[in-house]
């Protein structure tokens, strides 16, 4: 895992009884690039398999990000022009990776999930519609 979130949430896979099963940067997506307009490799974070509340079973392909990289870039009064233009392009990154990741689940009959810090500490979770409406 790369980041402390990562490790909360894999803790949180074991704790639970409705986690099946979940495996770590398992799955590789290809996108194209906006920067490079080349061919790349997307390893979403997660892929669990849970339990839903009606008993039915789910996959669920789960990215995690800071809550700045969800959002779309805000450029800031003395945002220097290097600073600024990496915002951007790792806006532009991700809504492709998510893209193909949107489309991997599609095709794969799992759900796309944004995972980030909320305001008050817990972890907030934004669902493919939210998504959908951020790629357009």
């Excluded at 009884?17 to 080349?38: C, F, M, Q, R, T």
């Excluded at 392009?89 to 759900?111: I, S």
Aim: aromatic fraction near 12%; charged fraction near 30%; include cysteine.
């Amino acid at each position: 895992f790369r980041s402390s979130w990562e490790a909360a949430l894999m803790e949180r896979f074991d704790s639970s009884d409705n986690i099946l099963s979940w495996a770590s940067e398992e799955i590789k997506i290809a996108y194209v690039s906006p920067v490079d307009g080349e061919w790349h490799n997307y390893h979403p974070d997660f892929l669990i398999k849970q339990r839903r509340k009606d008993g039915t079973t789910e996959n669920v392909l789960i990215e995690v990000k800071p809550k700045h990289e969800i959002l779309p870039p805000q450029k800031k009064k003395n945002q220097k022009a290097a600073s600024w233009n990496e915002s951007v392009r790792k806006w532009a990154v991700n809504m492709k990776k998510w893209e193909a990741a949107m489309g991997w689940c599609q095709k794969h009959g799992a759900r796309f999930l944004l995972v980030t810090k909320s305001d008050w500490g817990g972890f907030q979770y934004i669902d493919g519609s939210k998504i959908e409406k951020m790629l357009k």
